[in-house]
């Protein structure tokens, strides 16, 4: 087969696909993209930027979607705070309950001991007592733990979540993982199949709801059921609310809610440093209550936000989406009824003076043939179904019906995967960079902010998968170096060692956030609009998985320290190699629906050869398949 893509003298560039002198289809234009006037869908990009793409109505639409990023940052990492280590020792013996203590009977301990009678050894999580003839006991805390701060301070120390139960704490975070992971499947198909509107609304208020009620927890397990439907409920919000934001912007400034949200995310953490700071003295109940209230403004969202026009036209709700366009171009200056004219007619802006006339011609096998009729022939032959009415939703079976959507869903899983266990087991470790509980948390947030700036300013410059690459070599080359420092025989004697090995942690955090950043923006870009927001939930499913395995890297890394180090390192440096199989979204418009989407990788994985000619005025670049 030979593809030709044919340049006019003027700019307009049109690719075509020619296989025994028959022209089949037209598959992109360069210079915008050519709609057909009977398919508004097509020319909804163009009415995004017609509105004018940050008026008033844009400006509002994204702060209402931005502030849930801040509620998101602040429950992930909340048990931080609110079950932190607190350091204990087991209790001494009652001094008036007669204690039994390895057969022996004492009435009164205390002055058994000061009769040199008992010599008590009280650790952590274990105790030894000894007479005048050896040790007659030794075990776990037999009446329980002393605390060195108030008990109520962290659910840690309130439950005993301590020695043996220790793990609990930590599983704990593991559980609102695994609600996470229902809620990314669970509420991003049912925007898909709902709305984006109501599943965001709804689950944002029923967040509110049981993040007041964990402060009230009786006792383990009602905390452990209710972090279950927190984890779920945050996904519901977080997800949905970014779709929402990703389909109100048009595609030249789809990078702009990644821009900014990259700094959004970094405050809300900051945010919970200092609330957890200010509330250090309270119990952890308290605490939160307070972020819980965070979520408030939630109980007024229904009348202020507005539903994707992308997915309600897929839908086929044009009824709606005229309402809504009115109603943007009203708060925007806008004339409304010339935005609805272009709306319906789909007529380009950038194009519609520069589509080919029928003078236009090009000899192709002997006979001039015009650019325009081609374009008809062309979109009459194989296009057609642009122009039929929206579809049934494919749902799942749109992942594994096409090999290369496959590929494509399960190397942006692994992505998710890798990302999401670095960016976590950084952050939850973060307190062994200082001495400092706080100081350590804030540094390792601080770290995000200049990696919100270097998104901020090569995200429009940069394409996507060299992105991913640099972020990526960057984390694992610095967590290579780190575990090499920390656990090498004699590197303790390197000058300011000290600050070496947490200046390269910080620089591994500093890669992740970056590539971390870029997924939200990337995945979004790969998917249609039909499965955009499962396909974006699909890949946090996975991501959860992280997230529960996570918490227990602080564990592992008693018994063996350069384990999570050495883990991430080589997790981080086999992206690189995957990434090179993915396809670059940079500058592409967004696909609408599965078909475009499997047309754009198919031509992708094909192999062709590429080779310019100049004939009858025009350039003529041909790609002879292998």
Known sequence: ????????????????????????????????????????????????????????????????????????????????????????????????????????????????????????DAKRCTITVTNNSGEIFSGACPNGYTYFEPQERSFVSEWNLVCDEEALSDASQTVMAVGAMVGAFLFTAMADKLGRKPVYVVSHILLLVSAAATAFAPDLMTFMALRFVLGALQQGVNLTSWILMIELIPTLKRDWPSRVSNFVWPSGLLLLGLVCFLCRDLSWRYTELVLASFSCYSLIQWCLLDESLRWLTVKGRTGEVERIIMKAAKRNGVKPAEVLEKYKFGEPVSTSTDLPTTSDLININGEKISIKETTKIALDKNDSALLEDPQPDPGLSAFVSNK????????????????????????????????????????????????????????????????????????????????????????????????IVPVLSLLAKFGTTVAFNLLWLYTPELFPTTIRTTGLGLASVVSKLAGMAAPFARTLSRHYPWAPGAVLSGLCLTVPLLIQLMPETYGRDLPQTVAEMESWLSQKSRKTKEKTTKKDGYEILTFEED
């Open 1 to 120: 087969m030979t593809r030709l893509l044919v340049a006019g003298e003027e700019g307009k560039q049109m690719e075509t696909s020619l296989r025994n002198g028959e022209t089949l289809s037209i598959v992109s234009a360069r210079k915008g993209n050519y709609e057909d006037k009977k398919s508004p869908a097509g020319s909804l990009d163009d009415v995004l930027t017609w509105l004018g793409w940050m008026g008033p109505y844009q400006r509002l639409q994204c702060f209402l979607l931005m502030l849930p990023i801040i509620d998101s940052a602040m429950h992930s990492i909340s048990f931080i705070f609110i079950g932190k280590f607190v350091d204990h020792r087991c209790a001494p013996f009652s001094e008036w309950i007669p204690e039994t203590v390895g057969g022996h009977s004492f009435s009164n301990f205390t002055s058994a001991k000061s009769n040199g009678g008992l010599v008590v």
């Open 404 to 499: 290369h959507i496959l590929l494509v869903t399960v190397i942006i899983c692994y992505l998710w995967l890798v990302d999401s266990l670095s960016y976590v087991i950084l952050t939850i470790t973060s307190d062994s960079l200082t001495k400092d509980f706080y100081l350590g948390y804030l540094l390792s947030i601080l770290v995000e902010m200049p990696a919100a700036c270097v998104f901020w300013l090569l995200v429009s410059r940069v394409k996507r998968r060299t992105w991913i690459v640099g972020a990526h070599l960057i984390a694992g080359t610095t967590l290579a170096l780190s575990v090499v420092l920390s656990n090498v025989p004699g590197a303790e004697r390197i000058s300011g060692i000290d600050v």
